[in-house]
């Protein structure tokens, strides 16, 4: 089975620049989600999809960041304009559903962002 | 609001001997609980998870951790570490319902002196 794939692995860009994160979940996966890991800390939610909708963005800094999941597959993450702050891990996770064993929630290699 | 506590940054132990991580929780009911770990440069591999049942979880790589409900603790042991354990772990917790919202404790970072 193939796992959450992620690109692009890393990303250097200067601040105020825009970015774009992909994101392929596993076949099936009706849940998606995308975390931003800054250095030294645990994953923060940003945003988790149920299908193709919102279930929860309340972390996520609306004015410069936006996330997609056209047809309930793949999902695309958006910085504009990006911070010095926004260097991170950016990782992508994927799980059946929400709700019971249905919960447990698979990882991608995640995307390395530094902003300069 | 749910909280994950890992009260331990770092942690160095010595090939061969036990280990145990710490994790509480702050939530009224049972959640659901798992250890992760990410090796540098690595995403998030799943150790073991907690639903139900029986309290104590074996995992993979020779990981086991125990949930105590009246400490709400699901403290992470291995009783021989190898140097190739060395990583950073991650306590994460979900509400037990339809909401669920994967919350990440800090993380501690385990090193393994040879």
């Known amino acids: 089975e193939a796992g959450v794939a992620q690109s692009p692995r890393y990303k250097i860009i200067e601040k105020r620049q825009s970015v774009a994160f992909w994101c392929n979940p596993i076949s099936g996966h009706a849940t998606l989600y995308w975390y931003q890991q800054i250095l030294g800390q645990g994953p923060k939610l940003l945003i988790q999809?149920?299908?193709?909708?919102?279930v929860d963005d309340s972390q996520l800094p609306k004015d410069r960041f936006s996330a997609e999941r056209l047809k309930g597959v793949d999902s695309t993450l958006k910085i504009q304009p990006a911070k010095l702050e926004d260097s991170a891990v950016y990782l992508c996770a994927s799980s059946w559903g929400r709700g019971g064993r249905r919960t447990e929630a698979f990882f991608g290699q995640g995307t390395r962002l530094t902003v300069v | 609001a749910q909280s994950v506590t890992q009260p331990d940054i770092h942690i160095t132990v010595s090939e061969g001997a036990s280990l145990e991580l710490r994790c509480n929780y702050s939530y009224g009911a049972t959640p659901y609980l798992f250890w992760y770990v990410q090796s540098p440069g690595q995403g998030l591999q799943l150790l073991l998870k907690y639903f139900s049942g029986d309290t104590l979880v074996q995992g993979i790589k020779g990981f086991e951790a125990e949930f105590k409900r009246s400490q709400s603790s699901f403290n992470l042991r291995k009783p021989s570490v190898h140097w190739s354990d060395a990583a950073e772990y991650f306590c994460a917790v979900v509400r037990g319902n339809a909401g669920n919202m994967l919350t990440f404790g800090g993380g501690t970072r385990l090193m393994v002196k040879p």
């Open positions: 999809f149920q299908n193709n909708g919102v």
